[in-house]
Each structure stands twice: as C-alpha cells, then as structure tokens.
C-alpha cells in the first residue's frame, strides 16, 4: 500500500492541532477506550489498560510503516490535552466475489467535547491531507447507524452514505472530488 508519515497539522483559526500520540497520552487512552460508545467503535487490542496503551501507542511507528494505520490526538494548540483522535487505517471490502482496499477516515471525541464540532474539524483538516498527500481517490467510512453527531460531521467533510454494511452500521464514502472538501468549522 503505502507508508503512512505522521504529521501534525494545524488549524489555527480553529485552535485545532491533530499530532501523533505521545507515551505521556497513555492514561487519557485508556480512559478513552473504557467508554462505552468508543469501546464498540475501536479495535483495541487487549483490556484498555494504561499499559496496554502504552503499547499500543509505542507500536504506532511500526503501524504507520507498513501503510496500516495512522492515528493522531485531537487537541487544543499549543496545549498537551487529548479531546479525541482522528486516523486512517487501511480496510479490505468484499462484496460478493469483487474485494477493493480502501482507505477509511475515522475519529472519537471524549464526551466532555463533543457538541462542539472537534471531530467535524479533526476530520476536515485530515481529509484534504489524506487525499493529497496520498493521493487515494476517495476515504471511506463506518458510522453506526442513527448515529446523528457522526452523520452530520461526515456530511460536512464531504461523505456521503453509500449502503450499511450490517445491522448496526452503514458504509459513507467522498469526497468524490479532491477540491470537494468544505471547511468544517467548529459550528454544529
């Protein structure tokens, strides 16, 4: 596929800094992944436990290096605080005999920020990234269905529902135009 480099990008406008995870995330982590909505959304290996975090952000190099994932914190600029994380992991959709890989976009927010448009805006400044810097033709993502917050932040980067994927969750995907990507400000 690819190797995945790890930026920090910046919205000053929005105070927004999207940045590696740091091995001092670690506790924030594991807080994160015992929340019941974030838990059924991530794949975490093993109990999210502090050390597990650890690990698992110790292994993000090595993740990034082989073109599997890249995931990045949420937070203020010029702050160390952790409100959430954006990333892109690679993902493999079979329907049928025909299998594509694909890149998909995903994101959490802890739940003392949310309702303020932070994944709507981590999500819109990684987005135009994804499809310069690596250059895909289009990202894809899985949002649980009746999910409104997460529906509506898709919508404002510039996805778009495609079909469900299964009982619980449908397929989006966009931006069908690399100069499609609106602005997602911290409204909404």
Same mark, same amino acid.
């Given at each position: 596929m690819f190797v995945l480099p790890a930026p920090a990008l910046v919205d000053p406008a929005r105070g927004l800094v999207l940045r590696p995870w740091r091995s001092s995330d670690a506790l924030v982590l594991a807080t994160a992944w015992a929340v019941?909505?974030?838990?059924?959304?991530?794949?975490?290996?093993?109990?999210?436990?502090?050390?597990?975090?650890?690990?698992?952000?110790?292994?993000?190099?090595?993740?990034?290096?082989?073109?599997?994932?890249?995931?990045?914190?949420? *937070?203020?600029? $010029?702050?160390?605080?952790?409100?959430?994380? %954006? +990333? /892109?992991? @690679? !993902?493999?959709?079979?329907?049928?005999?025909?299998?594509?890989?694909?890149?998909?976009?995903?994101?959490?927010?802890?739940?003392g920020h949310r309702r303020r448009g932070v994944a709507t805006a981590a999500a819109g400044l990684l987005a135009p990234?994804?499809?310069?810097?690596?250059?895909?033709?289009?990202?894809?993502?899985?949002?649980?269905? *009746?999910?409104? $917050?997460?529906?509506?932040?898709?919508?404002? %980067? +510039? /996805?778009? @529902? !495609?079909t469900s994927l299964d009982a619980t969750r449908d397929l989006w995907t966009g931006p069908s135009d690399r100069g499609a990507v609106p602005s997602a400000g911290l409204a909404g």
């Open positions: 019941p909505d974030i838990a059924t959304q991530a794949t975490v290996p093993g109990v999210g436990t502090v050390a597990n975090a650890e690990r698992w952000i110790a292994g993000a190099p090595a993740r990034r290096g082989v073109g599997m994932s890249l995931d990045l914190v949420v *937070g203020p600029l $010029g702050g160390d605080e952790v409100w959430g994380e %954006v +990333g /892109l992991t @690679r !993902l493999r959709l079979t329907a049928g005999d025909a299998t594509r890989d694909e890149v998909e976009i995903g994101w959490w927010v802890l739940p990234w994804a499809l310069a810097q690596l250059d895909v033709p289009r990202l894809v993502a899985r949002i649980e269905g *009746g999910a409104e $917050g997460s529906e509506a932040g898709a919508t404002r %980067v +510039g /996805l778009r @529902r !495609l």
